[in-house]
C-alpha cells in the first residue's frame, strides 16, 4: 500500500495498517469515525472512543500525558486465564485444578493489587512476593487464607515475616532458592513451631527463546541445580521435614515467544517432579512461574510476539504434564502459573500530545536549476525527473555520490551556499520519490536500508521515555502505538517519536506494522487548531515500576476508567502525577528551603536594583506555583 495525501482512506485500512484487531482483538479497535476505542464486554460489546474519555478527562482539569488503567479489561484478562485453564482441565480430563498467582512485581500500584484481589477472590487468586516489601503488601491485603509464593532471595525477617503468614492462616509457600536459605528456614520454623510450606526452585536446562532467556538454562542465576536439589532432600530428610516439601517451582523465562520451548521446559519440569515424589515428598503442587506471551506487535515474530494463543498455552502446560506423570501413576498436581504480563499490559493505555514536528523531506522537489549549474546539480534533477527509468537502489547510490560530491565541494568553497541548498533539495526531492514509490509495509532493500530513518519527520511527544516505556529504551521492546484519531485520513507523514528528554536515547523509533519491524510510523500532519494525540498499548506490564526520573520527569497522572454496560465511562480513581516539588524532594531537596533560597536572592536583587519589589512578588509566586505543577509540558493557553 502506497500513502499520499490524497490516498483514499477508512477506519478499515487503518485497522489493518497498525494492526490493531490483531494486538488488540476484543479490546481495542477503530470505529467508522477514525476513532481509536476501548471495547469491554457486557451481554453485548460496548465501545467507548479514547477521544470522548480524552474530552472527559480535560474538563475534569487533568492534563495529557495521563495513563489510563481500563479496569475492565484487567478483570477481562484474569478471567480469560482462567477460563483457560478451566477449559484445559475438562478438555484433558485433569484430576486437579489451576491456581493463578499474580507477581506482584509486574505492577505493585495498591489500585491494581486491590482490584486483582477484589475480582481474584472467587478465583482464589494468589499472590507472588519478591522481597519483603512485597510480602508486606500483600499480607496486609490477602484475605486469609489466601495463597501465597515467596520467591527471591531470603533474609531473616522475610522468613518470618512468611511464617507470621502461615500462622495467620495463609498457604505460604517457602520457594528455596539455595541451601542456606533452606537451613535458615529450617531453624527459624523450629524456632516458630510451626511446620512451612516448603517449595524447591529448579534450574532447567532447556533454554527458552526472548529477550528472557538467561532465566533459563544451567546459567540461570536462581534455582537450585540437579546436585543442590538432592542435598536439598537430604537436609529436609535430616531435620524431618520431608513433609513439608510440597511444592516444585520453575520460572523458565518471561514472555517466551515459543510454545515448544514450554512444552520442553514444562517435561523437564515434569521430570524432577516424578524425582521428588519418588523421594517420598508429599508434594501436590507445581508451579510454572510466568512465561505467558502478549503479542505486542500482533505479528507472530519474537521477541514481542508468540507462536501460540493464551488457550494453546493452557492445553499445553495442562497436557504436558498428564502425559509425563500418569505413565508413572503420579496424581496430578494443582498447576499454578504466576502469569504477570498476560493479566496486566493490556489494561494501560499511555496517552500524549505531539507538540510539534521537524521534518527532513523538501517542500519544493521542483526548484528552478540555473543554466550554469555544476554537472552533479544537473546529475540529479534529472535523476529526480526520470527515476522511473532507473532501477531504485542505482539511482540512490548515484544520488548519493552526487551529493556528497557537492557537500565536498562546499567544504572546499567551490560551491555557494544557494547551490548547497539547491543540492540538498534536489537529493531529498530524488530520495523523498524513491521512498514514495515503496509499499509502507514492505521492508527496504538492502541498497535502501537507512533511507526511511533519514527522510522521516520527527514527532515531538509530551512524555519521557525513561518513565513512561523503559523498557523500550532498556532492552528495546516493541509496543503497538498509534494516533487515537483522525483515522479517516491518509497518514501520509512518516515520523519517529522524540520524547521530552534531552537524551538521544529518549525515543520510539521500533514500530510493527504488518509483521514487519520498521523504525518510523505512518502518522498524520500536524494541525495548528488541532492536538494529535498518540496512544502506546499494552503498558500495564512492569512499565510504572520500572520507569525513572530522567530529567525529572515524574509519574504522569493515571486515572482508572470504568465503563459501564451504557458505555459510559467513569473516573473510578484519580492519581495525580508528581508535582514538579515532588520530584526535587525525590533527590533530596526540600521545595519550603528552595522557595527561601529564592527568597534571599530576590531580596538581594531588589537590594541591588536588578528587580523592583513587585517583580521580586511575582517571581516567588511563579515559583511556588511552577514548584507545585506538573513536570511535563504546558500548552500554551493554560498558563
Ligand atoms: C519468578 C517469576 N514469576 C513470574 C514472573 C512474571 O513473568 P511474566 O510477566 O512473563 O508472566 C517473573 C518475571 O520475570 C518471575 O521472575
Not at 283 to 293: E, P, S
Not at 427 to 433: C, I, N, P, Q, T
Not at 572 to 591: A, F, K, N, R, W
Amino acid at each position: 500500500m502506497r500513502i499520499t495525501c490524497d490516498s483514499p482512506w477508512s477506519a478499515e485500512e487503518s485497522r489493518r495498517l497498525y494492526g490493531i484487531e490483531r494486538w488488540g482483538a476484543e479490546r481495542f479497535t477503530i470505529n467508522s469515525s477514525g476513532q481509536v476505542c476501548v471495547q469491554v464486554d457486557y451481554d453485548r460489546r460496548v465501545e467507548v472512543p479514547l477521544p470522548e474519555i480524552i474530552k472527559g478527562i480535560r474538563e475534569r482539569g487533568y492534563e495529557l500525558p495521563v495513563l489510563i488503567r481500563f479496569i475492565d479489561l484487567l478483570d477481562a484478562s484474569l478471567r480469560r486465564l482462567h477460563r483457560g485453564f478451566a477449559r484445559a482441565i475438562v478438555d484433558q480430563s485433569y484430576n486437579n485444578a489451576y491456581r493463578g498467582v499474580f507477581p506482584v512485581k509486574v505492577n505493585q500500584q495498591r489500585q491494581i493489587i486491590e482490584e486483582l484481589i477484589r475480582i481474584g477472590g472467587p478465583l482464589q487468586l494468589g499472590l507472588e512476593a519478591g522481597s519483603k516489601a512485597e510480602l508486606a503488601l500483600a499480607l496486609a491485603n490477602l484475605p486469609e487464607p489466601g495463597l501465597l509464593i515467596l520467591n527471591g532471595y531470603k533474609d531473616t525477617e522475610f522468613i518470618d515475616l512468611g511464617l507470621w503468614a502461615t500462622r495467620l492462616g495463609h498457604r505460604c509457600f517457602f520457594v528455596i532458592e539455595s541451601l542456606t536459605e533452606l537451613s535458615l528456614l529450617i531453624e527459624r520454623s523450629t524456632f516458630f513451631g510451626l511446620r512451612p510450606l516448603i517449595g524447591v526452585r529448579t534450574k532447567v536446562s532447556a533454554r527458552v527463546g526472548g529477550l528472557w532467556t538467561e532465566t533459563s538454562g544451567d546459567r540461570s542465576s536462581f534455582g537450585l541445580s540437579p546436585q543442590q536439589l538432592i542435598h536439598a532432600l537430604d537436609q529436609l530428610k535430616a531435620a524431618q521435614m520431608l513433609d513439608c516439601l510440597q511444592l516444585l517451582h520453575c520460572h523458565l523465562g518471561s514472555q517466551i515467544p515459543d510454545i515448544k520451548d514450554i512444552r520442553t521446559g514444562v517435561t523437564e519440569a515434569c521430570r524432577f517432579y516424578n524425582v521428588l515424589v519418588a523421594e517420598g515428598a508429599p508434594m501436590g503442587n507445581i508451579d510454572f512461574g510466568g512465561g505467558l506471551a502478549v503479542d505486542y506487535t500482533g505479528g507472530g515474530a519474537a521477541p514481542d510476539s508468540c507462536n501460540y494463543s493464551l488457550e494453546e498455552y493452557c492445553q499445553t502446560l495442562v497436557k504436558t504434564v498428564r502425559l509425563c506423570l500418569d505413565p508413572l501413576q503420579i496424581d496430578h498436581p494443582q498447576i499454578m502459573t504466576e502469569s504477570g504480563r498476560a493479566i496486566v499490559a493490556d489494561s494501560s493505555v499511555l496517552l500524549f500530545n505531539v507538540l510539534g514536528t521537524m521534518r527532513f523531506d523538501t517542500d519544493d522537489d521542483h526548484p528552478a536549476i540555473p543554466q550554469d549549474s555544476c554537472r552533479q546539480i544537473l546529475e540529479l534533477a534529472d535523476l529526480r525527473d526520470n527515476l522511473e527509468q532507473i532501477d531504485a537502489e542505482q539511482a540512490y547510490r548515484q544520488a548519493l555520490s552526487c551529493r556528497d560530491f557537492l557537500r565536498d565541494s562546499f567544504r572546499a568553497g567551490r560551491l555557494d551556499l544557494r547551490q548547497r541548498a539547491l543540492a540538498e533539495n534536489l537529493f531529498l526531492a530524488v530520495a523523498g520519490k524513491i521512498l514514495r514509490a515503496i509499499p509502507v509495509e514492505s521492508e527496504l532493500p538492502a541498497g535502501l536500508v537507512g533511507l526511511r530513518r533519514n527522510m522521516a519527520d520527527i514527532y515531538y511527544g509530551n512524555f519521557s521515555v525513561f518513565q513512561s516505556l523503559p523498557d523500550s529504551w532498556a532492552i528495546g521492546q516493541t509496543f503497538p502505538l498509534l494516533p487515537i484519531d483522525r483515522h479517516t485520513e491518509p497518514p501520509w507523514r512518516e515520523g519517529m517519536i522524540s520524547d521530552l528528554t534531552c537524551d538521544c536515547d529518549g525515543k520510539l523509533d521500533s514500530f510493527n506494522l504488518a509483521g514487519t519491524c520498521r523504525p518510523t510510523l505512518p502518522l498524520h500532519p500536524l494541525r495548528t487548531d488541532e492536538d494529535y494525540i498518540l496512544g502506546v498499548f499494552l503498558t500495564g506490564a512492569y512499565q510504572e515500576t520500572l520507569g525513572d526520573l530522567h530529567n525529572l520527569f515524574g509519574d504522569t497522572h493515571t486515572l482508572n476508567v470504568r465503563i459501564d454496560s451504557e458505555g459510559r465511562f467513569e473516573l473510578q480513581q484519580e492519581i495525580e502525577g508528581d508535582s514538579i516539588g515532588d520530584l526535587l524532594g525525590y533527590v533530596e531537596y526540600d521545595p519550603r528551603q528552595l522557595n527561601e533560597k529564592l527568597r534571599c536572592t530576590a531580596e538581594q536583587a531588589v537590594r541591588s536594583g536588578r528587580l523592583n519589589t513587585e517583580q521580586r512578588r511575582d517571581l516567588l509566586r511563579f515559583y511556588r506555583e511552577l514548584l507545585q505543577g506538573y513536570s511535563y509540558f504546558k500548552s500554551n493557553e493554560k498558563r
